[in-house]
Nanobody, 114 residues
């Protein structure tokens, strides 16, 4: 099983980015899907999670700006990031529970310029 993340980049403050992450390989079940980030000088933190029933949870710092969604047919999770701030800069990682095991994507760099 592999996770492939994409969508990072450099944008100005106030801009938007959409991250994508898809699982591939021998998959018989997918449960929770989420995005984490590691900002400079900080530990990795949860950004948003969407469980198999569709409920979502967000870090307080991104509520109202970020939206997590999933496409079960594509084994994919997305993170729409709007109104980006310089403090959103960091490496973003997807995590998908595949076959009851949490798996990480390779990380995608998001840089927000002021």
């Amino acid at each position: 099983v592999q996770l492939q993340a994409s969508g990072g980049g450099l944008v100005q403050a106030g801009g938007s980015l959409r991250l994508s992450c898809a699982a591939s390989g021998s998959i018989w079940s997918i449960n929770d899907m989420g995005w984490y980030r590691r900002r400079p000088g900080k530990q990795r933190e949860l950004v948003a999670v969407i469980i198999s029933g569709g409920n979502t949870n967000y870090a307080d710092s991104v509520k109202g700006r970020f939206t997590i969604s999933r496409d079960s047919a594509k084994n994919a999770v997305y993170l729409q990031m709007n109104s980006l701030k310089p403090e959103d800069t960091g490496v973003y990682y997807c995590n998908i529970v595949v076959n009851r095991v949490g798996r990480w994507g390779q990380g995608t760099l998001v840089t927000i310029s002021s």
